[in-house]
């Protein structure tokens, strides 16, 4: 429900995060000015060249991709090949984007597909969930897409890859049904199911059908077969309604954090911690990831940073920047980097999210940064591309 992604024009909105308190949000609308005016000067040495460096390298990207010698700079946790009316980039023109910057990426389409409504736009064709009051529908195939996408690969690019599905209903007791279909339909090459959405501003409500909800038993279901089968989750759901009133209950996060609870399996990644285009972070939002992380009931509960509105929000005071960069060097192995990109045509602009963090990458202890960028991504996929094929192994003919 959930997916802004595409032809996005400016950003996402990040939810704001609270485990249960109904701490007062503070606004860092103001701050975000500031971001963009004091970029520049922010960033210490080490991260700011990196980004400069992907910036400014983007028109010499070598076609090949070949890991430079130093390694690549980052695995995308976060990338959506197709968009909301499943049209997308060609795989291998992707990889000569990927160049040798980016190593692995966690690869997926987009599960909702915008109805072109005669009825509501006539001849317009929307190819985005803003253009229309038309619901959106889940289109399955988009599993069969990334599948075939992938296997067109040769064998040293699909190392490269992990696959996501995401074709299903999660407000459907067959979710799961469907998750395991495909998985031995096309064995050998999905890692995890996601982006996947419960909650999502301007989305949720257009999606046709039942709408989906944390409380849900078929997202229990999704979950516990996810957990059976070793697939990472990368799920999307807003840490609160876009428009609260002052003081009111932030119940989402309730519901986020006791779902997680449930499914102590599961390696779930929260996309966007929780934060979104319109959707605020909350005066209490460190705390709030702070209370999250330290639960010994949420061990498996990681923090993806993508999209270029969460970072609007992360980056956008040097205050902000320095309390986010403590928090991710107190919890090293918790948070990933993401693009959130979709179908994105040039190297310059999938790595804008990452140009856009060089000031708090620039704060990131070495090791922090490295598990941020690449090591947490490697640990969590490359377990689950072994549990993955365990699985199948045991399940496929
Ligand atoms: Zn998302």
């Given amino acids: 429900m959930a997916y802004e992604h595409r032809s996005r024009p400016a950003a996402r909105a990040c939810p704001r995060l609270s485990w249960g308190s109904t701490a007062g949000r503070v606004n860092l609308a103001a701050a975000a000015a500031f971001l963009f005016a004091s970029l520049p000067a922010i960033a210490a040495p080490a991260a700011t060249t990196a980004a400069s460096t992907a910036a400014a390298t ?10 430079p010698a130093g390694g690549y700079i980052l695995n995308d946790t976060h990338f959506h090949l197709t968009n909301y009316v499943q049209e997308g980039l060609d795989i291998h023109e992707f990889l000569k984007i990927m160049g040798n910057k980016v190593g692995r990426v966690a690869l997926f389409g987009i599960p909702l597909q915008q109805t072109w409504s005669y009825g509501n736009t006539g001849d317009f064709a929307p190819t985005y969930y803003l253009q229309t009051d038309a619901p959106l529908y889940y289109y399955s195939f988009t599993d069969a897409v990334i599948a075939t996408a992938y296997r067109s690969l040769k064998e040293a690019d699909r190392a490269r890859f992990d696959p996501m599905i995401t074709g299903f209903n999660p407000a459907d007791m067959y979710a799961a049904d469907h998750i ?13 199911i996601g982006e996947f959405t419960i909650h999502k501003e301007f ?42 009133k002052p003081g009111q209950d932030p ?83 918790r948070f990933l980097f993401g693009t959130d990109e979709v179908a994105t045509a040039t190297q310059e602009k999938y790595l804008k ?21 690449r090591g947490n991504y490697e640990r969590l996929f490359d377990e689950a591309r072994r549990k993955v094929r365990a699985w199948e192994r045991e399940h496929v003919p």
């Fill in 58 to 67: 983007v028109a010499a990207v070598p076609a090949a991709g070949a890991p």
């Fill in 203 to 244: 989305v949720s409500a257009k999606i046709a059908g039942e709408t989906a909800s944390l409380l849900n038993p078929a997202l229990d279901r999704i979950l516990d077969f996810a957990g059976e089968a070793g697939l990472v989750v990368l799920l999307h759901n807003d840490i609160d309604m876009p428009f609260p």
């Fill in 180 to 192: 395991r279909r495909v998985l031995t339909t096309f064995p050998g090459v999905f890692s995890g």
């Fill in 353 to 373: 999210v990452f140009d856009m963090y060089a000031p708090l990458l620039a704060q990131l202890t070495p090791e922090a940064r490295q598990k941020l960028l």
């Fill in 251 to 333: 119940y989402l996060v309730v519901q986020m954090r006791d779902l997680i609870r449930r499914h102590p399996r599961t390696m779930v990644i929260w996309a966007h911690i929780g934060l979104g285009r319109v959707v605020h972070p909350v005066k209490d939002q460190l705390g709030i990831m702070e209370r999250g992380l330290t639960d010994p009931g949420l061990k498996h509960l990681h923090l993806d940073i993508s999209w270029d509105e969460v970072a609007k929000y992360l980056v956008a005071t040097p205050e902000t920047t320095r309390l986010v960069a403590d928090l991710i060097n107190r919890y090293p192995d």
